[in-house]
C-alpha cells in the first residue's frame, strides 16, 4: 500500500512538471532568429560605418569577417543548441563542462543589453506619441524647452545658423532638453523622467506578454514583430529615394575610398558591427536552436539567416541616406555634417529630416514604428534566452504551471529597478556607461574566442562535422572546419587584442570627459563577463578530483582523441 502511494506521488509530480516544447513550425525558428539578429544596429550603425570607413570599401572587412568569423559561429551555436536541446548554460555541461563560464559570461552580457535595449524603445515609443502632434514639437523653437540659440527648421536663415558654435538645431534641443531634460555630468543624477517611465512601463508589460508562456506565445508573436518591419522598411525606402537629393546620399553612402582598408580601426569596427549584429557569442542562437526538431536543416537555415542579415543592413543603409542627402539638400551642408549613428541617428537626424518633408507626422510615425518593432524582437528573444536557460538549470522546480511566469516577472522587475538611473536627468551618461563598456564587442569577442577553441580542440571539429550530418543530412564544407579550428578564433583574438591597443576612453558628444572612477567602474563591467569563462574553467580544475597535471593530461589525450 505505501509503495503505491508513493508511486501515485511520483506520478503526479511527473504531470505537473511541463514538456520543454519545440517551435510550432520551421517557420516560427526563422522569424524568431532573422528578429534576434535583425535589429537596431543594421539600421542606425552598419550605414553610418559603411560611410564612415571607406563607403564601398568598408564591404570588404564587413565580408571577409562574415565569412570567417560569422556565419561559421552562427552555423556552430545553432547546432550546438539543437544537438544538445538544452539552454546555453546548461549545453555545455553536455559538451565541455569546464566551459560553462561561456554561458554564464554571455548571460551577463544580455542582461546588461536588456537593460540597455528597452530604454530605446521607451525613447522611441515617446517620439511615437509625439508624431501625432498637429505640429511636430521637434521642428519649430517656439517651445517651452527651447532656448534663443535654436534654430528653427522652418526658417529660410536656417542654413547659416546652424554654423554658429553655440547654436543647436530644434531637433537636437528636443532630445536634450525634452525628452532627457540632460543634466551637466554623471555626478548629477537628477530627477526621473517621468514620461520616459510611463514608456519603459509600457514597453516591459509588452515585453512580459510576449514571452510569459515561452516559445508558444514567442512564436506566434514574430509572425508580425520579425515581418512588419520589413514592410515599414520597404516604404521608408521608396519615400527616401523619390526625395531630392537622395542621389547624392547614396553615393555618399556607397562611393568607396580604398585607401581607409590600411587603417586597422576600420577592420576592428566591421569585426565589433559583426559580432553585434550576428548575435553570436551571448547564447542566443543556443537556446533558439534548441527548440528545433533534431533532424531539422540548421546548415541550410543559417546561410540563409546570414544572407537576410548582410542584406537588410544594406537596404536600410540606402532608406537612411537617401533621407539624409534630403536634408543637406535642403539645409545646403555638406552631407557628413548630418551623418549620425546610433540614438544621434534615430532621435536628431532623422526627426529632423522627417520634419522636412510633406505629411512628416506619417513619415516620423512610421519611421518610429519600424525601430520599436525591430529593437522589440531582439529584446524579448533576449528575455527568452535568459528564461529558458534558467529553466534549463531547475526544470524540476520551474517547469510548473505558474513557475515560469513568476520568474519572468521577477526578472523584469530586477531589470526595471536597475535601470531606473538611466531614466534620470543624468541618466543617459549612464546609458552610454553600461553600453561602451558592459555590453560591448571586445567581452563578446573574448567570449567568442574561448567558444571556438573549446568547441574545435576540446570537444572536436571532426566530432560537429558527424554531428551536423547526422541531424541534417548534409556534410558541412571543410572550411567551416578550417574556421573552428584556426580562422574563427584568431581572427577574433585578432581583433579583441587591436580593441584594446585602440581603446579610447568614453565621452559623450566630445565635449563631456568622464571622470577617472568612471572608466574604472566600466572596466569592472567589462570585466565581470570576460573573466567568468576562464575564471570557471580555473574553479572547475580547482576543485576538481586529481591534480591539475593530471586534468591537463586528460584534455591532451582528449584533444589527441579527436584530431586523430
Known amino acids: 500500500m505505501f509503495k503505491t502511494k508513493c508511486a501515485v506521488k511520483d506520478e503526479r509530480a511527473k504531470v505537473r512538471i511541463k514538456e520543454r516544447g519545440h517551435w510550432g513550425s520551421k517557420v516560427e525558428f526563422l522569424l524568431a532568429v532573422a528578429g534576434n539578429v535583425v535589429g537596431l544596429g543594421n539600421v542606425w550603425r552598419f550605414p553610418y560605418l559603411c560611410y564612415k570607413n571607406g563607403g564601398g570599401a568598408f564591404l570588404v572587412p564587413y565580408l571577409v569577417f562574415v565569412v570567417f568569423v560569422a556565419i561559421p559561429l552562427f552555423l556552430l551555436e545553432t547546432a550546438v543548441g539543437q544537438y544538445s536541446q538544452e539552454g546555453s548554460i546548461t549545453c555545455w555541461r553536455k559538451l565541455c563542462p569546464l566551459a560553462e563560464g561561456i554561458g554564464y559570461g554571455g548571460h551577463l552580457i544580455l542582461l546588461y543589453s536588456c537593460m540597455c535595449y528597452i530604454i530605446i524603445l521607451a525613447w ?4 511615437l506619441v ?5 505640429q511636430l514639437p521637434w521642428a519649430s523653437c517656439t517651445n517651452v524647452w527651447n532656448t534663443d540659440d535654436c534654430v528653427d527648421l522652418a526658417t529660410q536663415n536656417g542654413t547659416f545658423k546652424l554654423t554658429n558654435q553655440t547654436s543647436s538645431s530644434s531637433a537636437t534641443e528636443f532630445w536634450e532638453r525634452r525628452v532627457l531634460a540632460i543634466s551637466g555630468g554623471i555626478e548629477e543624477v537628477g530627477n526621473i523622467r517621468w514620461e520616459v517611465l510611463l514608456c519603459l512601463i509600457f514597453m516591459w508589460v509588452i515585453c512580459y506578454f510576449c514571452v510569459w508562456k515561452g ?9 508580425f514583430t520579425a515581418t512588419f518591419p520589413y514592410v515599414m522598411l520597404l516604404i521608408l525606402l521608396i519615400r527616401g529615394l523619390t526625395l531630392p537629393g537622395a542621389l547624392n546620399g547614396v553615393l555618399f553612402y556607397l562611393l568607396p575610398d580604398p585607401s581607409r582598408l590600411t587603417d586597422p580601426q576600420v577592420w576592428m569596427e566591421a569585426g565589433s558591427q559583426i ?13 533558439l536552436g534548441s527548440y528545433n526538431t533534431y533532424k531539422n536543416n540548421c546548415y541550410k537555415d543559417c546561410l540563409w539567416l546570414c544572407l537576410l542579415n548582410s542584406c537588410t543592413s544594406m537596404v536600410a543603409g540606402f532608406a537612411v541616406f537617401s533621407v539624409l542627402g534630403f536634408m543637406a539638400h535642403k539645409q545646403g551642408t555638406p ?24 505629411m512628416p507626422q506619417l513619415w516620423s510615425a512610421s519611421f518610429f514604428v519600424m525601430i520599436i518593432l525591430l529593437g522589440l524582437d531582439t529584446q524579448f528573444v533576449a528575455m527568452e534566452v535568459v528564461m ?11 517547469r510548473r ?3 515560469r511566469e513568476l520568474l519572468l516577472l521577477v526578472f523584469c522587475l530586477t531589470c526595471f529597478f536597475c535601470q531606473l538611473v538611466m531614466i534620470t536627468e543624468g541618466g543617459m551618461y549612464v546609458f552610454q556607461l553600461i553600453d561602451y563598456y558592459a555590453c560591448n564587442g571586445a567581452c563578446i569577442l573574448f567570449l567568442c574566442v574561448f567558444e571556438s577553441l573549446v568547441l574545435g580542440w576540446i570537444f572536436g571539429a571532426e566530432r560537429l562535422y558527424g554531428i551536423i550530418e547526422d541531424m541534417t543530412g548534409v556534410r558541412p564544407n571543410p572550411f567551416f572546419k578550417l574556421c573552428w579550428l584556426c580562422l574563427t578564433p584568431l581572427v577574433s583574438l585578432a581583433s579583441f587584442i587591436c580593441y584594446l591597443v585602440k581603446y579610447q576612453p568614453l565621452t559623450y558628444n566630445h565635449w563631456y570627459v568622464y571622470p577617472a572612477w568612471v572608466h574604472m567602474l566600466g572596466w569592472l563591467l567589462a570585466l565581470s563577463s570576460i573573466l567568468l569563462a576562464p575564471g570557471w574553467a580555473l574553479v572547475k580544475l580547482g576543485t576538481g578530483p586529481g591534480t591539475l597535471s593530471q586534468d591537463g593530461q586528460m584534455f591532451h589525450d582528449i584533444i589527441d582523441t579527436d584530431n586523430s
Open 275 to 287: 559580432f553585434f549584429s550576428f548575435s553570436i557569442g551571448v547564447g542566443s542562437l543556443i537556446a
Open 388 to 398: 529558458t536557460s534558467i529553466t534549463d538549470m531547475f526544470p524540476t522546480i520551474l
Open 215 to 223: 516559445v508558444r506565445s514567442t512564436g506566434k508573436v514574430v509572425y
Open 124 to 127: 522611441a515609443l515617446f517620439y
Open 130 to 134: 509625439f508624431s501625432f502632434s498637429a
Open 401 to 403: 504551471t505558474g513557475r
Open 335 to 358: 552631407i557628413e555634417q548630418v551623418a549620425e549613428s546610433g540614438p544621434g541617428l534615430a532621435f536628431i537626424a532623422y526627426p529632423q529630416a522627417t520634419a522636412m518633408m510633406p
